[in-house]
C-alpha cells in the first residue's frame, strides 16, 4: 500500500529530476551556458515575468538574460502570455515538447532531403538552425551554404540569381507542401 505510492512518488521525482538535467544539458550544449541558466530557471520556477527571471539570475548581466529569452523565443523553446490584464507584462515559460523536436532535428532534416532534394535540406537545415526566418533572410543563408558546399573560393559565380531562383523555387514547393509555415 503506502510504501508502493511513496516508492512511485521518489521515481517520478526522480525522472523529472532527469529530464530537468536533460533539458540544461541540451541547452547548453546547444546555446551555451548563458541560456542554460535561464532555461534553468523557467525549468526550476515555471512561468516567469522578465523582472523575476532576471532576479533569479543575479550573477547575469540584465542585458544577457533578454538576449538569452530571445534566443529561447525565436527558437520556439519558450512561450510568452500575458499573465496579469492591468500591467500587461507577460509571462514566459519552458515549451518542454520542443525539445524532442529539437532531438529529432537531424531525422528531419535527412528526411526532407530525401523526399525533396538536396536545395530542400539545405532551407530546412537553416531554418532548424535559425529558428525563425523571414523568406528573405531564409533564401540569403540557404543561398550562402549552397555557394559553400558546391563551389572553390576560385570559382564562386559573380551571378548568383540562378541559385537565388533555384532555391526560391524549391522553397514555395515546401510550403505548398506544407513542409515549412510562411
Given amino acids: 500500500g503506502r510504501a508502493v505510492f511513496f516508492r512511485r512518488a521518489k521515481d517520478c521525482s526522480m525522472f523529472q529530476k532527469r529530464k530537468q538535467l536533460f533539458f540544461t544539458h541540451s541547452l547548453s550544449r546547444h546555446f551555451g551556458q548563458t541560456v542554460e541558466a535561464v532555461g534553468k530557471s523557467l525549468l526550476t520556477y515555471g512561468g516567469q515575468p522578465l523582472s523575476s527571471i532576471i532576479s533569479k539570475n543575479s550573477s547575469l548581466h540584465p542585458e544577457k538574460v533578454v538576449q538569452s529569452l530571445l534566443v529561447l523565443l525565436q527558437h520556439g523553446l519558450v512561450t510568452a502570455s500575458s499573465i496579469d490584464t ?21 531525422w528531419y532534416i535527412v ?9 530542400a535540406g539545405i532551407i530546412f537545415e537553416a531554418l532548424c538552425k535559425h529558428g525563425k526566418l523571414t523568406r528573405t533572410a531564409l533564401l540569403a543563408t540557404a543561398t550562402k551554404v549552397k555557394i559553400t558546399q558546391e563551389y572553390t573560393i576560385e570559382k564562386i559565380p559573380e551571378d ?4 537565388q531562383a533555384k532555391l526560391k523555387h524549391c522553397f514555395e514547393k515546401l510550403v505548398k507542401q506544407r513542409v515549412i509555415r510562411r
Avoid: C, W
Fill in 160 to 163: 548568383q540569381t540562378e541559385i
Fill in 86 to 106: 492591468t500591467t500587461a507584462k507577460p509571462s514566459y515559460s519552458l515549451d518542454g515538447n520542443m525539445f524532442h523536436y529539437r532531438l529529432n532535428m537531424a
Fill in 111 to 119: 528526411n526532407v532531403r530525401e523526399r525533396f532534394g538536396s536545395d
